[in-house]
T-cell receptor, first 109, second 116 residues
Framework: GQNIDQPTEMTATEGAIVQINCTYQ??????LFWYQQHAGEAPTFLSYNVLDGLEEKGRFSSFLSRSKGYSYLLLKELQMKDSASYLC??????????FGAGTTVTVRA | DGGITQSPKYLFRKEGQNVTLSCEQN?????MYWYRQDPGQGLRLIYY???????QKGDIAEGYSVSREKKESFPLTVTSAQKNPTAFYLC???????????????FGPGTRLTVT
């Protein structure tokens, strides 16, 4: 199975940068995903990492270190609409996802 | 428009009644999934299906049942045996033949079930 940890809450100011860490212990690793979820809505896909290194997508970047069981999601130039929950999910060899509890990010003006 | 639909968005039932949540997708995805989300917890996998007429139990299958008679549809029944059925239920689907290695899951809008 998978054990996935991420902080419960983070607060940052509009225009700032926030880094959300995710650590995992896995019995079979086949990729790591980050999803964004606004309250009461469906999660939407943000990023995918399967090899070590940094993947950049506009204001969002995601990093993976497989040897350390560690990933982070970096949100730059924060906007009010970025206030949401960010979910870290690890995929196993059967293509099933295991999710962390999510990190609620609050962006203040 | 391609996507995943779940209906209804809100559902209320009395304790002891079975209830079926619908999930339909027109993305031509082979795999479909059901998750449950509770406050302060991550999504937990109930059942999944990688192909028509086949499905597997996830981590919390007790008290739930599914069917996969058509590629587009994966309904979930919450039975009276489920001890704490009030939750937000999310359906998802993914392709395993898209040519992309990510095969990310796409989620429906969810059904919030309240059982009293």
């Amino acid at each position: 199975g998978q054990n996935i940890d991420q902080p419960t809450e983070m607060t940052a100011t509009e225009g700032a940068i926030v880094q959300i860490n995710c650590t995992y212990q896995t019995s079979g690793f086949n990729g790591l995903f980050w999803y964004q979820q606004h309250a009461g809505e469906a999660p939407t896909f943000l990023s995918y990492n399967v090899l070590d290194g940094l993947e950049e997508k506009g204001r969002f970047s995601s990093f993976l270190s497989r040897s350390k069981g560690y990933s982070y999601l970096l949100l730059k130039e924060l906007q009010m609409k970025d206030s949401a929950s960010y979910l870290c999910a690890v995929r196993d060899l059967d293509y099933k996802l295991s999710f962390g509890a999510g990190t609620t990010v609050t962006v203040r003006a | 428009d391609g996507g995943i639909t779940q209906s209804p968005k809100y559902l209320f039932r009395k304790e002891g009644q079975n209830v079926t949540l619908s999930c339909e997708q027109n993305l031509n995805h082979d795999a479909m999934y059901w998750y449950r989300q509770d406050p302060g917890q991550g999504l937990r996998l109930i059942y999944y299906s990688q192909i028509v007429n086949d499905f597997q139990k996830g981590d919390i299958a007790e008290g739930y049942s599914v069917s996969r008679e058509k590629k587009e549809s994966f309904p979930l029944t919450v039975t009276s045996a489920q001890k704490n059925p009030t939750a937000f239920y999310l359906c998802a689907s993914s392709s395993q033949t898209s040519g992309s290695s990510s095969y990310e899951q796409y989620f429906g809008p969810g059904t919030r079930l309240t059982v009293t």
